[in-house]
């Protein structure tokens, strides 16, 4: 999802809150035109504003102030509730204060963007409880340093000159919830990112190349992300034309200086193996991506990280 698109979309979804704020008074003040009594203050009220704003004298002034007075005793009498309701009372439903986006502008941002993020609903691990004290020394130093150069570049994303993160490891040595810990900084942060599996992935390139996609704001979400987790890259079905999607995609990503996080259990020889010299030194080349060695060690879904 492009940064533009959310904008558009919470643009309209505030324009949409206004509205029902309005209209809900506006119901209301329809209804308090059904008492005479109101009617006829409401209608005087409104002739000699008309009126003041072509002459400005005294008595109309003076007029207007009785008739408002009456009015208000009126409604205070009969308690007619003509108050405009806002979801947000800090920023009135505007999303913005003083030109910065208001909390719930960001709040509505985030859940948006997690929406269109297909993360798994588990995906909550952030940074901050990410904990290795139960690890042997040695792997809890390695993943330790692993995890900070990564929030580092989490946090620094629109300049980072790393372009991919390539996580090779064991399986269940916490490859995966590092990658979730990324998503969750970046969407905290207000960035697009989108989660898939290689064989999800794969299966979005065939489906998009077949035109059988049953959801095309999937393929462009995830085209669009400025962030891409390819977990599992090496479990998907063995097929040239998914591969090469597969790559060209990644690839793509490179050029276009978008962030992509490639998840594997395969050590750098079984992966040059099956993606051949080029994609592999293309993916893993120093100069764009962030390749910690090989990650072994105790199995962390074992314990809580
Ligand atoms: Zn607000």
Redesign the pocket.
């Known amino acids: 999802m492009s940064k533009a698109s959310v904008n558009e979309k919470l643009n309209a979804e505030y324009k949409q809150i206004r509205f029902e704020a309005e209209q809900n008074l506006e119901d209301r003040l329809q209804a308090a035109l059904q008492i005479p009594q109101f009617k006829a203050l409401y209608v005087e009220r409104k002739a000699i504003a008309l009126e003041l704003s072509k002459k400005n004298t005294q008595e109309l002034k003076d007029q207007y102030q009785k008739v408002s007075k009456e009015l208000l005793d009126l409604i205070n009498n009969n308690k007619i509730d003509l108050n405009i309701y806002f979801k947000?009372k800090?920023?009135k439903?505007t999303?913005y204060?003083n030109g910065k986006p208001?909390?719930?502008?960001l709040a509505m941002s985030k859940r948006l963007l997690k929406a269109e993020s297909n993360l798994p609903k588990f995906a909550t691990a952030t940074f901050e409880d990410s904990k290795f004290s139960t690890l042997k020394v040695a792997q809890a130093k390695k993943m330790e340093s692993i995890y900070k150069d990564c929030k580092r570049w989490a946090d620094n994303i629109d300049n980072a000159s790393k372009r991919t993160i390539f996580l090779m490891g064991s399986v269940g040595t916490g490859k995966t919830t590092l990658s979730f810990c990324i998503a969750n900084e970046l969407l905290n942060n207000g960035h697009s990112v989108y989660f898939a599996t290689a064989f999800d992935l794969a299966t979005l390139i065939i489906d998009k190349q077949f035109n059988r996609l049953q959801n095309i704001d999937n393929y462009y979400n995830m085209l669009d992300a400025d962030l891409l987790i390819i977990d599992d890259l090496g479990t998907e079905p063995q097929n040239t034309l998914m591969q090469e999607g597969l790559f060209a995609i990644v690839d793509s990503r490179i050029n276009e200086n978008k962030k992509t996080v490639i998840c594997t259990n395969l050590t750098e020889a079984q992966f040059a193996k099956r993606y051949g010299e080029r994609s592999t030194s293309r993916l893993t080349s120093a100069s764009f991506a962030y390749k910690p060695s090989f990650i072994d060690g105790d199995d962390l879904r074992k314990i809580k990280c």
Do not use: E, K, L, T
Not at 102 to 105: A, D, F, N
């Open positions: 947000c800090d920023c439903d999303g204060i208001c909390h719930c502008r």
